[in-house]
């Protein structure tokens, strides 16, 4: 529940905003961190001391839905001689600490980040006539923020978010959206840590797909190139009609196409709906079993397996990085040794529970025969993570968002696996490293060419390779929601 107003306006949770200028006396009373960032919109916009702002009526941190306090929107009058038309932007308040005195974030120095270290940002096309901003951007802007407080998983420039519905709730073929550096707003340094801001932009399914199979910094950069899809600032216009491939047909085969061949995919794992099933063994014999064996109490994924699988994911998102999974090291410290702020929780398990198995008891195990299954969505990128990701010699995870599982799939030239060519299948507790060799992943292609047109076949879909042991299946969505996966 929101409500918009003036961020001038009197409110009992919401006093004005101040910038650089404002007295001393109310500077002392207003949130350090919220004044920090106001002190950059004031840099920006010095002409809107008061712009329309969405305001959370209850507060996330007391017991409100709504984690983001406030959404600012200011009137952008863009650049016409550099193709950058007039645009709104909206600002958001609550990803950071805004407060500094654990009601939301835990303070942990000035040096790191400061909350979850960013605040998101959003450039809507202006419609002629239109005189004030539409507000369904707070929402679509809160419903990203509830996914990172939920899930303790950060935004870096980049990544993708796949919406799979129109932004605003209309016709428009804009249905996903990247994420990158806003072109203006400057990294602000707060009392409570450093505060960057990430743009949101809305982007069309086909966009999105290219992103996932080369890189979304990549197809961010041709977005930048035409001035209809976003331009310098990539600025979102909910009326275009075309992708950039329509537009310009040269940048699928040129540029998206031959940056695949040559780069793979930067895509190292993805959230989603997945199991596995390990055939070698009865399915009575849960002793050890992996984490999604029929049962009221699976076996959940400890701390440092989950520790070693966002460092898996973390290090596939860099350009350069070395196809090496790190060491699984029960003395290691949980958090990782990067700018992008690590998820704050040490395990997928609530504080409260009691069946974590501690990780240095958990064996590695090898299996002889596995099934893996997955959604269609999630089926659809299995050819991205073969001939993207290990062929390139790199490695690619699922995690599943339905039960506490991973399944990661490696090349032969990934360091660090527990998985070998002498035993390809391998589980570390619930999580499943499948090694497959060059000629295995071609074989693979072939026979998964279908899975790159999944409307033209019916679910369920099943590919078997008996002589390596090996079964797929695509499953419909209501499978993985049963409370068995």
């Not at 500094?100 to 835990?106: I, L, P, Q, T």
């Not at 040096?111 to 002629?128: A, I, V």
């Not at 966002?310 to 998102?317: F, K, N, Q, V």
Request: proline letters at 9%; one cysteine or more; a negative charge.
């Amino acid at each position: 529940m929101a409500e918009l107003r003036p961020s001038g306006a009197p409110g009992p949770t919401a006093p004005p905003a101040p910038g650089p200028t404002a007295p001393p006396a109310f500077a002392s009373l207003f949130p350090p961190g919220l004044h920090a960032i106001y002190g950059e919109c004031r840099r920006l916009y010095p002409d809107q001391p008061n712009p329309l702002q969405v305001t959370a009526i209850v507060k996330y941190w007391l017991g409100g839905p709504d984690p983001l306090d406030y959404v600012s929107m200011y009137r952008n009058v863009g650049s016409p001689s550099a193709n950058i038309p007039e645009h709104w932007h909206y600002i958001s308040f609550g990803l950071s600490d805004l407060y500094g005195d654990n009601r939301v974030h835990e303070f942990t120095g000035t040096d790191g980040p400061s909350g979850f270290g960013f605040e998101l940002t959003f450039r809507l096309k202006r419609e002629t006539g239109e005189s004030a901003p539409p507000t369904w951007p707070a929402e679509l802007m809160q419903g990203l923020a509830r996914y990172v407080f939920q899930s303790e998983n950060t935004f870096c420039s980049g990544d993708h978010v796949s919406w799979h519905s129109p932004l605003d709730n209309s016709e428009s073929r804009i249905q996903h959206m990247l994420l990158t550096e806003d072109p203006q707003m400057q990294p602000v340094q707060t009392p409570f840590g450093v505060v960057t801001f990430l743009q949101i932009v809305g982007v069309c399914t086909e966009e999105l797909h290219a992103a996932q199979q080369w890189n979304g910094q990549g197809i961010l950069e041709l977005l930048r190139t035409v001035p209809i899809a976003g331009g310098p600032w990539l600025i979102t216009d909910m009326r275009r009609g075309e992708t950039i491939f329509e537009i310009d047909p040269h940048l699928q085969q040129e540029r998206v196409d031959k940056g695949i061949e040559t780069d793979g995919s930067n895509l190292s794992g993805v959230s989603a709906k997945c199991a596995w099933d390990d055939l070698s063994r009865p399915p009575e014999d849960d002793e050890d079993s992996r984490s999604i064996c029929i049962g009221t109490q699976p076996r959940r994924l400890s701390g440092k397996d989950t520790e070693q699988i966002r460092e898996t994911l973390r290090r596939g998102l860099e350009i350069n990085s070395k196809p090496v999974l790190p060491p699984i090291n029960p003395q290691r410290q949980n958090g990782l040794t990067h700018d992008r702020a690590p998820s704050r929780k040490d395990s997928l398990e609530s504080d409260s529970s009691t069946a974590i198995i501690p990780h240095e008891l958990i064996r590695t195990r090898q299996l002889e025969s596995v099934h893996l299954k997955f959604n269609q969505e999630s089926g659809a990128l299995i050819p991205l993570c073969l001939r993207g990701r290990l062929l390139h010699g790199r490695h690619f995870t699922y995690k599943s968002i339905t039960g506490d599982m991973a399944i990661t799939f490696v090349s032969t030239g990934v360091e660090g696996a527990f998985a070998t060519e002498e035993h390809p299948y391998a589980a570390h507790g619930p999580w499943l490293q499948i090694l497959l060799t060059e000629e295995f992943v071609e074989k693979m292609l072939e026979d998964l060419e279908d899975l790159t047109s999944p409307e033209e076949f019916k679910l369920p879909k099943e590919y078997s390779w008996p002589e390596k042991k090996l079964k797929v299946s695509i499953l419909p969505d209501v499978v993985f929601d049963s409370p068995l996966h």
